[in-house]
């Protein structure tokens, strides 16, 4: 299982960026999907996930201004930022938990991450 993250960059405090992020690869079921970010110096921490049922949990710091969704059809997961703010500044990691195929253990898979720097 391989993901992929696009969408990351530079934008200006109180702009958007939309990531996303599709697995590929062997892939029998997905069940949760996120994301995650680790600013330098600090460490991972959660921005928001999704279940297969739709139902979502974001960060404190996050909720309000991002909103994650997923096309279960194309096994991908998006982040939809807005009202960016400098402390949003970090590498963003997408993350599915899923089955590679029938009857094998459930377990999590990473992306390698995209840059988002939030700066006037």
């Known amino acids: 299982v391989q993901l992929q993250a696009f969408g990351g960059g530079l934008v200006q405090p109180g702009g958007f960026l939309r990531l996303s992020c599709a697995a590929s690869?062997?892939?029998?079921?997905?069940?949760?999907m996120g994301w995650y970010r680790q600013a330098p110096g600090s460490q991972r921490e959660l921005v928001a996930t999704i279940t297969s049922g739709g139902m979502t949990n974001y960060a404190g710091s996050v909720k309000g201004r991002f909103a994650i969704s997923r096309d279960s059809a194309k096994n991908t997961v998006y982040l939809q930022m807005n009202s960016l703010m400098p402390e949003d500044t970090a590498v963003y990691y997408c993350?599915?938990?899923?089955?590679?195929?029938?009857?094998?253990?459930?377990?999590?898979?990473w992306g390698k991450g995209t840059l988002v720097t939030v700066s006037s």
């Open positions: 690869g062997s892939i029998f079921s997905i069940y949760d």
């Open positions: 993350r599915i938990t899923a089955a590679p195929a029938l009857g094998v253990t459930t377990r999590d898979f």
